[in-house]
C-alpha cells in the first residue's frame, strides 16, 4: 500500500486547513486509516483513525470536537478536517493504513503502512 498526504499549510489560529491521503496497492475499503502527528522533539501521537466503511470514527482527546475523519472508498482517500487550529496543532501529519482484522486504531504498532507526512502549521 502506498499512501500520499497532502493539503498541509500555514494557518492561524483559530482557522481551518483540510489534509487528505490517497491510498494505492491494494483494496481501499478493505483498509483501517489512521492519522498520526508528530512535533519536534516530541513521540508520534495518534490523532484520528476511521474504519474501513467509515462507520467507525476515533479521535484523540485533544482533537475530539475540532477535527473530524471522513473516508471516500470511491476516490481511495482520507480526510482529515481540521477546526478551530491552535499553535499547538502544529506538527506533521502522517497517514497510516492496516488491513488486520484486529486493527488497533489508536495503537501505531497497528499500522503497517505509512505516508510520508504532510506539515501543518498554526501561528498564534
Known amino acids: 500500500v502506498q499512501l500520499q498526504a497532502s493539503g498541509g499549510g500555514l494557518v492561524q489560529a483559530g482557522g481551518s486547513l483540510s489534509v487528505s491521503c490517497v491510498a494505492s496497492?491494494?483494496?481501499?475499503?478493505?483498509?483501517?486509516m489512521g492519522w498520526f502527528r508528530q512535533s519536534p522533539g516530541k513521540e508520534r501521537e495518534f490523532v484520528s483513525a476511521?474504519?474501513?466503511?467509515?462507520?467507525?470514527?476515533y479521535y484523540s482527546d485533544s482533537v475530539k470536537g475540532r477535527f473530524t475523519v471522513s473516508r471516500d472508498n470511491s476516490k481511495n482517500t482520507v480526510y482529515l478536517q481540521m477546526n478551530s487550529l491552535k499553535p499547538e496543532d502544529t506538527a506533521v501529519y502522517f497517514c497510516?493504513?492496516?488491513?488486520?482484522?484486529?486493527?488497533?486504531?489508536?495503537?501505531?504498532?497497528?499500522?503497517?503502512?505509512w505516508g510520508q507526512g504532510t506539515q501543518v502549521t498554526v501561528s498564534s
Open positions: 497510516a493504513a492496516d488491513e488486520r482484522a484486529s486493527w488497533r486504531p489508536r495503537e501505531e504498532r497497528w499500522y503497517n503502512y
Open positions: 496497492g491494494r483494496t481501499f475499503s478493505s483498509l483501517g
Open positions: 476511521i474504519n474501513w466503511s467509515g462507520g467507525g470514527t
